[in-house]
């Protein structure tokens, strides 16, 4: 493949967005308003919100306000895996929290099934497939990793299948697979800008008043409600929910917590039935391989392969830019690993490459808080892995905003936060070492230098 010609005629944006059923926006916010509740973003985890709050309460006023379109940002940017895990994989919550593991896990796997429930429930079409997703080894010292982390998950009574080469070749045939397994019940594919759309509309037959093109620009609190501005309007609530994800975050605290990280991506043209009878991939599985810098792919409702991940790119200084959503070195490096995992695919072409901004926080999963005597909640961080989790996370804020005590509630997960970044410049040096460090391990074997040592026995564990 040459990866100049394949990229050649693909599209600057992002394929789940440039799509005929994208809705009509909803009105701005003109004059002032108030509500019970006024939720603040409008990706998965705003939407999840308001919808819940009205299942919970159907006499409350809720407003949700979006500054640009539902969806818009990393909703509708990245790469449909609704995944089980709340806290970025099993690894990571065990690093974490040990003594809760087995309750994360089966809430994890109770909320994805509530999410399939609400899915049929409400009539939502979002192609949502429990096909599951096999992790692959590519390299050798992979293969251990992945034997330690078969025995956690069997200890936990989790469904994940142990495949050899040759089996998991069956499933998927790539020469660059060494083994893996399969996680049968821990991930499901989705549209995922159909996914926000069909929320949205689920909201407004709810009763939720929904505002795009409504960006708050300030915060201000009486100390009985909180007034959010927009630059046309007012809106003026008794409690407010924060799913703002990686944008400047109206609570200052929060900029100390969550750093910019841009993901890439590329999809390609339909795959031919001879094309995917070569490679396989019956049983429609999302695939990530095992590498600390791993690539995430997925096949379409009309078999074109989502092929994402490898670099996660920090631009010192911590600044979102709209130029940054596109990266032409990224491509062309997403396009070589692209053929070198499928040689049987050398003459496809992409139609699309897009970027977007992941919320990042140095613990890899989402953390949660309340500020203004309890009447605003905010959940953020969720690192890449929130299609699945932000719908619990969503549950958590209304759970403090109502002020009662649950299992969520009492979690150490969610009563922790993570470790804060240093300031700039640091900042930039920082996680620019770490991320070479981590290239570096993949390089040797998955040994880990001093730097990502220390790290790890900080409780920080930079892996991916």
């Known amino acids: 493949m040459d990866p100049l010609k394949a990229l050649a005629d693909a599209e600057r944006k992002p394929y789940w967005l440039d799509s005929p059923a994208r809705p009509e926006p909803r009105p701005r916010l003109d004059g002032d308003t108030d509500a019970d509740l006024v939720v603040v973003g409008g990706g998965f985890s705003g939407l999840w919100t ?68 609400t899915l049929q429930r409400y009539g939502v079409d979002c192609s949502f497939e429990r096909t599951g997703e096999l992790n692959v080894a590519t390299e050798p010292w992979q293969l251990e990793a992945q034997r330690e982390h078969l025995d956690v998950a069997s200890e936990l009574g989790l469904g994940h299948v142990p495949l050899d080469r040759d089996q998991i070749r069956a499933e998927i045939d790539s020469p660059t697979y060494l083994g893996g397994f399969w996680d049968r019940d821990g991930c499901a594919m989705v549209d995922p800008a159909r996914l926000a759309w069909g929320l949205r509309e689920v909201c407004l037959r709810l009763g939720v008043r929904v505002y795009e093109r409504s960006p708050v620009r300030s915060m201000t609190d009486d100390g009985t409600t909180i007034s959010l501005r927009t630059p046309h309007g007012v809106t003026t609530g008794r409690r407010v929910a924060l799913a703002t994800g990686v944008f400047p975050p109206l609570l200052r605290r929060l900029k100390h917590f969550v750093v ?47 092929w994402g991940g490898y670099d996660a790119v920090y631009y010192n200084g911590g600044l979102v830019k709209p130029e940054y959503d596109q990266r032409d070195e990224t491509f062309v490096k997403l396009a070589e690993h692209f053929a070198t995992t499928f040689p049987q695919l050398a003459e496809v ?90 290239a570096q391990a993949d390089r040797h074997q998955g040994r880990r230098n001093l730097w990502l040592r220390t790290l790890d026995r900080m409780g920080l564990g930079f892996d991916s």
């Open 349 to 438: 072409r992409f139609t699309h490459r897009w970027g977007g901004v992941i919320d990042t926080c140095s613990r890899f999963s989402a953390f949660y808080g309340q500020a203004h005597g309890g009447r605003l909640a905010y959940a953020v961080g969720y690192t890449g892995m929130g299609v699945g989790a932000t719908r619990f996370g969503a549950n958590v804020m209304l759970d403090l905003l109502a002020g009662e005590r649950t299992e969520r509630t009492e979690l150490r997960m969610v009563k922790e936060k993570p470790v804060p970044f240093p300031p700039e410049p640091v900042r930039s040096g920082v996680i620019q070492f770490t991320r070479w460090s981590i």
């Open 260 to 306: 910019p990280v841009y993901d890439y991506a590329l999809m390609t043209e339909p795959l031919s039935q001879g094309q995917l009878d070569e490679v396989g991939w019956r049983n429609r599985q999302g695939v990530g391989d095992a590498a600390n810098q791993f690539h995430y792919y997925r096949l379409t409702d009309d078999n074109r392969v989502l």
């Open 50 to 117: 308001a919808l819940m709050a009205k299942e919970r309460d159907p006499s409350q006023d809720v407003v949700l306000l979006e500054g640009r379109r539902i969806g818009w940002a990393a909703s509708g940017r990245n790469g449909g895996f609704c995944m089980a895990t709340l806290t970025h994989g099993l690894p990571n919550g065990l690093e974490r929290w040990p003594d809760e593991i087995d309750r994360l896990e089966r809430m994890g796997v109770e909320n994805l099934d509530e999410i399939e429930r």
